[in-house]
Structures are given as C-alpha cells and as structure tokens.
C-alpha cells in the first residue's frame, strides 16, 4: 500500500511540475511577445542578436544544407533506381529539402549554437546579479533582453533557411551531375517544374515557429538558472535539449497543419 | 517627528517551507544611513531585495516617502523606486559593455542624457570615485576586483539617487581598498544627501558607512541602535555576532 502511495505521490509531484513549467514558459513566451510591440525599442540589440543567431550560424548551416543535398541524392537514387524512377531524384531533393529538411537542420544547427550561447550568456548574467542590476537601473529585462532575441530567431531563422534551400538543392545539383549522369539542364527543369510557392512558404513559415522556439528556450532556461557555474551548464543543456525535441515535435505539426495532397 | 524615508513593517518572506522574514519593522530616517547586519542566511539581501521590488514579500508595509510601494500602482512604484540606486556585492557590472557604458547606462534609460555626451559624464563620475579616464575605455573584465567595485559605485551614483543601497561593499577586498571603498560610500552619500541602507558583516566597515545599525536574527529585526554602539552592545546576539563568538543564542550548524 505504501509503495502504491509513494508512486501516485512521485507522479502526483511530477504531474504538477510538469504544468507548473509549462504555465511558466507561456507566460515567458508571451510576456517576451507583447515587449517586442511595446516601446522602448531597442535597435541596437535587435541587430546584435541578428548577427549572433543568423549571421555567425551562416558557415554550419550551410555545410549542413550542402552535405545533406548532396546525401539525398545519393539515397534517393538507389531508391528510385530500384523502381526505374530515378527521374524523380531532383523533384524529391528539393521537397525534401525545401518542405522538411532545410529548416529541421537549420533549426537543430541554430539551437546549439546560437541557441545555447543565449542561455549561457542569460544564465551568466542571473546568476552575477546583471538582471537584477538592470530593473534596478529603470530597464526591463523581458523588455531589454528577451524581446531582441525573440524578434531576432523569428527573423533570423526565415533568412537560413533561404540558403539552406539553395545550397540543399545545389548539393543534390552537383552530386547528380557528377556522379548520377543527370545533365545540368534536366536536373535543373526537373527541380523547378515540381516546386511550388506553397512548399517554400510551408518551409519559411516552420523556420519561424522554429527560430522563436530557439530563442524562447535558450532566454527562458538562462533567464532562471540559478546556483552558480552549474546551473548555468544545466540550462545551457536544457536550453538546447528542450529547443531540439519542440522543434521536431513542432515540426510534425506543423507539417501536419500544412498539408498539401 | 518627521517621517522616514523609508518605513517597513510586518515585512514577511518565505521561501516554500524555509521562512526568512518573518514580520520586519525598520526606519531609515531621511539623510541618514543604515547598517544592516546579521549572519548568513537571514534574509539581509532579501529585505533590500523586497525594497528594490526584485523579491515580491508575502505580506507588510514598504513605505517610501511615505507611499506603500507595495499597493501603488505599478507606475508609481517604478517612479518611487527609481530614487533608488544600487551597489551589488560582485559589482554586477555589464560584462558585454565598457565601463563608460556601464556607468552611464541608466542614464541613458532613463533618457537623462544622450549618448554623444554620456562618454564624458562617465569620466566625470569615476573620477569622483577616484579613477582616471583611462579606465572608461576598458572593459570590466580588464578591471582588478576594487576597480570593479568602484566602477559599480560610479553606476549606482551617476543619477545621483536619493536612495542608495550597498549589500556587502567591502566583501573580497583587502582592508585597505575596504576602507577606501568605505570612504567613497561615505563621501557619494553625504555629497547627494542619500538615504542609505548598507549590508555588511564586516563590522569596522559597518562603523565607517553607518549611522544606525539593525541586527536581523530569525527574521526579525532583533536589535536597532547607533551603528558606534554596536560592539558594546549588551544584547547577547549582537554581542556574540559583533564579537564572533561560537558560543551563544545564536547556534551555527556544523553538519546538516
């Protein structure tokens, strides 16, 4: 009986810390959203952040994109081939490319960059006391901090996967042309013909979502941290973990929402 | 009588079951500074955290010029604690800016100046606390601890507040850049006509900054007197924690 006790107890606790995070983090997420509307504005930090989260994620997210094309095609033409429909490989690369993988990868690659240093440095800042000594020096930290970051990833995230598209595409381009015997003219036509606006706005609209999850999670766990070198190592880690699973869970979806037959 | 700058009372703050104020009374009359004293763990930072409206108190009264800021508006709250400034036990100095950035920053929150000028009200700031020009140039990291410090007390006076605190300022240096840092506090707060509340368990340095002194024990204000009083005390916590002495009312675990 006191086993049973013990266990409806532990779930009971871990129950209630379960809602008690979640109800925390959208009242975060929504407090950070209504600051980026209201003034002050801050410029200044809003290009900071652009440059942290877009700029300085630039060389990974392109290899990533790069790399990935360039597999896609290999694997979609052992498969296709296996069907006499490796025709199909340059139609497949960009949807997978364009729809899924470009801002999947690119949102992954940003949350442990770019999404890691947020908490890192947010983390370091709460537990030296420098968000307390701004709301002692009349500024608000949502306002000051979070706001610039949250505007930055919804910014920010759009404009990698823009070129994690293209370098994807490129990717699949120069290993079809070089290995698989496809002419750059087919490869090319083939590509364009089958993809439409709306798989490119699916694929910008997910970068979004996924650009304020990072940001959200990385400002969100550094801004609580507490306890010294330790605690911010642990939201750091929990920065990136928590930003990882939103962003494929999200992504399903997301897909799902905006599903085309 | 006149009324006190700042009046607490039945101030309470609790911490799940851990409780760390528990029902505060404490006057800081206007012009004069206060030394708040006591041992580790009784809640100093948290009552000047509860002031400064960083730690929301579970009940009580925080009077400044007389208004609840607890009950005012938000507005009114911001405004009565804007009179406020603020030196942090580790200086909490902004490490992603320069020094001149770091003194100037309310300043330029609070729109006081532009930022084409806030260059040279730096340097006109930290030389009140002592240091050359130069230093506006560098970043706190490049800084030595009593420097850091310094820089800090130049960010809490730059906008000449009415109400300054200072929690541990001697905490980390040796005694002669302590007393230096001492003479700086005593020197910025007469110099503005500040009302102040300092932390300290450092008791030479409580005597330099302090008017009066209040010993927190339990989370009540256990004793309050003149701050030259307090190490002839008669009260047998001040005398045991002025005098640090293990034996005594107040009991110090040695194992959890």
């Known amino acids: ?261 | 009588m006149s009324q006190p700058k700042i009046r607490i009372r039945g101030l309470k703050k609790a911490f799940g079951p851990k409780v760390v104020l528990d029902g505060i009374d404490l006057d800081v009359d206007r012009g004069t500074s206060m030394v708040v004293i006591g041992g580790s763990g009784t809640g100093k930072s948290v009552l000047i955290k509860c002031i400064l409206g960083l730690v929301t108190p579970d009940a009580g009264v925080i009077e400044i010029d007389g208004e609840d800021v607890l009950k005012a508006p938000r507005a009114r709250a911001r405004q009565l604690r804007g009179q406020i400034g603020m030196l942090f036990q580790n200086g909490a100095l902004f490490d992603s800016m320069l020094v001149w950035e770091n003194v100037t920053f309310g300043l330029l929150a609070e729109r006081k100046i532009r930022r084409a000028a806030a260059r040279d009200k730096a340097v006109e700031v930290l030389a009140q606390v002592g240091l050359d020009a130069s230093v506006a140039m560098l970043s706190p990291a490049e800084l030595s601890g009593g420097m850091q410090k310094r820089v800090a007390l130049a960010r809490a006076i730059a906008s000449e507040p009415a109400i300054m605190f200072f929690d541990e300022p001697t905490t980390g240096l040796d005694p002669i850049m302590g007393a230096v840092i001492d003479e700086l506090i005593v020197d910025c707060v007469k110099r503005l006509g500040s009302t102040s509340i300092a932390i300290t368990h450092d008791m030479v340095s409580a005597q330099r900054i302090g008017d009066n002194a209040a010993m927190l024990y339990q989370g009540k204000v256990t004793w309050t007197g003149p701050a030259s009083e307090l190490l002839t005390s008669t009260n047998p916590v001040v005398d045991q924690f002025t005098h640090g002495r293990s034996q005594g009312p107040i009991k110090m675990a040695l194992r959890k």
């Open chain 1, 1 to 261: 009986m006191k086993a049973v006790l013990n266990l409806v107890e532990t779930l009971g606790a871990a129950t209630l810390g379960a809602v008690t995070y979640i109800g925390e983090l959208a009242q975060f997420a929504l407090s950070g959203l209504t600051h980026i509307f209201r003034p002050p504005y801050y410029p200044r930090l809003i290009g900071r952040s652009l440059m942290e989260i877009g700029y300085f994620s630039l060389p990974v997210v392109a290899l990533t994109a790069l790399f990935t094309g360039m597999v896609l095609a290999l694997q979609f033409y052992t498969g296709f081939s296996r069907f006499n429909a490796s025709s199909a490989v340059a139609s497949v690369v960009v949807l997978a490319v364009v729809r899924e993988l470009g801002p999947v990868l690119a949102g992954l690659m940003v949350s442990g960059r770019a999404g890691a240093a947020m908490a890192a440095e947010l983390g370091t800042m709460r537990v030296t006391d420098q968000i307390d000594a701004l709301s002692t020096l009349s500024t608000e930290p949502m306002k000051y901090l979070v706001a610039p970051r949250l505007l930055a990833g919804i910014i920010a995230l759009p404009l990698l996967v823009v070129l994690a598209d293209i370098l994807g595409v490129f990717g699949g381009f120069i290993v079809a042309t070089n290995k698989l015997g496809f002419t750059p003219g087919t490869y090319l036509t083939s590509t364009f013909t089958n993809l439409r606006t709306e798989d490119v706005i699916s694929g910008l609209i997910k970068a979004a979502v996924f650009g304020f999850i990072i940001a959200l999670m990385g400002c969100f766990n550094g801004y609580r941290s507490k306890g010294g070198a330790e605690g911010v190592g642990t939201a750091t880690t929990s920065a990136v973990v928590s930003a990882s699973i939103l962003i494929l869970a999200l992504d399903y979806i997301l897909t799902q929402v905006l599903f085309v037959k």
